[in-house]
């Protein structure tokens, strides 16, 4: 039988932080001179770039210098449903500071979300085994996404895309915009399956091979 994965409450309570600590250094550095959306913004706009690398860096640096969890595939769908939950009840709130219609907000979501979820396979990859190498590879891997070096791929474009979103003068998106978005939602799914799939394979190789070497300690 499986192990059971457990709720991820310590990285709740540290997400809630990043959040919370995300929202008073905007409101510390860019203090807001009048309760006018364009006073706010920049305030919004350092929140959600806080919370955006807490998603795509600050989530990997803390899973990948942890124990390889037993279900490593189980335990990364848990943390992403669970980051990505609580940073909707940053963004949709920030919608009442700025000019953003419902499709502008959405398509941040789905910028910042899209984004998350290629890091979720790269870091239920990397978790797979409990080499330092491996593991540091797999970090640089969600740095280098979280920094927009893999678009030109069709990958998501991480901080970058999040900017050229929050930085629009139109209120509505252009089809352009959404058909970029929709690319990348397809690659990060792509992404996540295949890395899934292959941290499964490697996983169970690690499994074997710790049970013939526990058998031969055994036997010997």
């Known amino acids: 039988m499986s192990a059971a994965v457990e709720p991820p409450r310590l990285l709740v309570i540290a997400a809630g932080v990043w959040f919370v600590g995300a929202l008073a250094l905007a409101l510390g550095a860019r203090l807001p001179d009048s ?23 600050g989530w990997p640096l803390l899973r990948l210098s942890l124990p390889s969890p037993a279900r490593p595939v189980a335990t990364m769908v848990m943390d992403l449903t669970t980051i990505l939950f609580l940073f909707q009840a940053v963004l949709w709130p920030m919608r009442l500071a700025t000019p953003w219609s419902i499709e502008r907000t ?10 998350g979820v290629a890091v979720g396979g790269l870091v239920a990859l ?9 593991r540091a590879l797999a970090m640089a891997a969600c740095l280098a996404l979280a920094s927009g070096l893999f678009v ?6 991480g901080v970058p895309e999040l900017l050229a979103s929050m930085d629009s003068r139109a209120s509505m998106p252009i089809e352009g915009e959404w058909a970029s978005c929709f690319t990348q939602v397809l690659a990060a799914a792509a992404v996540i399956v295949g890395a ?10 690690v499994a074997q091979r710790r049970a013939t070497l526990a058998r031969d300690r055994a036997v010997g």
């Not at 309760?35 to 860096?57: D, E, K």
């Not at 030109?152 to 474009?157: A, N, T, Y």
Request: aromatic content about 6%.
């Open 126 to 134: 990397g978790s797979a085994r409990a080499s330092s190498w491996w």
């Open 35 to 57: 309760t006018a959306m364009a006073s706010l913004f920049p305030s919004v706009r350092l929140c959600l770039i806080a919370c955006a690398a807490g998603v795509l860096v």
């Open 196 to 205: 899934s799939l292959a941290s499964v394979v490697l996983g169970s190789g």
């Open 152 to 157: 030109q791929f069709g990958l998501p474009g």
């Open 106 to 115: 959405l398509l941040i979501d789905l910028v910042v979300g899209s984004s």
